[in-house]
């Protein structure tokens, strides 16, 4: 089985930067698996954020969080990092982290092909 868990969420001021962590366990991935963040906000669909292989080749970045989100990856660690700039309040959400262990090239940002989810962390961004 395999678990999930991130952290780093919190209330932080428009403007400011969280950074969130998820770390894996349970299971070891051998096809250089995918690691993603998707967040959720109350009355809408889960969204995808940013994605990254296990050979950290190039992430993907949806449109709307190029320049203000990095992605990184510790595979010793077997943790993603989601560094999160410049927040708006419209980033208030609950983010998940997500592994893709099916896909063995290119990432895809929908929900749907990620196998295992973490709990969620709520991130809160106050005018």
């Known amino acids: 089985q395999v678990q999930l868990v991130e952290s780093g969420g919190g209330l932080v001021q428009a403007g400011g930067s969280l950074r969130l962590s998820c770390a894996a366990s349970?299971?070891?991935?051998?096809?250089?698996?995918?690691m993603g963040w998707f967040r959720q906000a109350p009355g809408k669909e889960r969204e995808p954020l940013s994605a990254?292989?296990?050979?950290?080749?190039?992430?993907y970045y949806a449109d709307y969080v190029k320049g203000r989100f990095t992605i990184t990856r510790d595979n010793a660690k077997n943790t993603v990092y989601l560094q999160m700039n410049s927040l708006k309040p419209e980033d208030t959400a609950v983010y998940y982290c997500?592994?893709?262990?099916?896909?063995?090239?290119?990432?895809?940002?929908?929900?749907?092909?990620?196998?295992?989810w973490g709990q969620g962390t709520q991130v809160t961004v106050s005018a």
């Open positions: 349970g299971r070891t991935f051998s096809n250089n698996y995918v």
């Open positions: 990254i292989r296990e050979s950290n080749s190039t992430p």
């Open positions: 997500a592994v893709d262990a099916k896909r063995g090239v290119g990432i895809s940002p929908r929900s749907s092909d990620y196998d295992y």
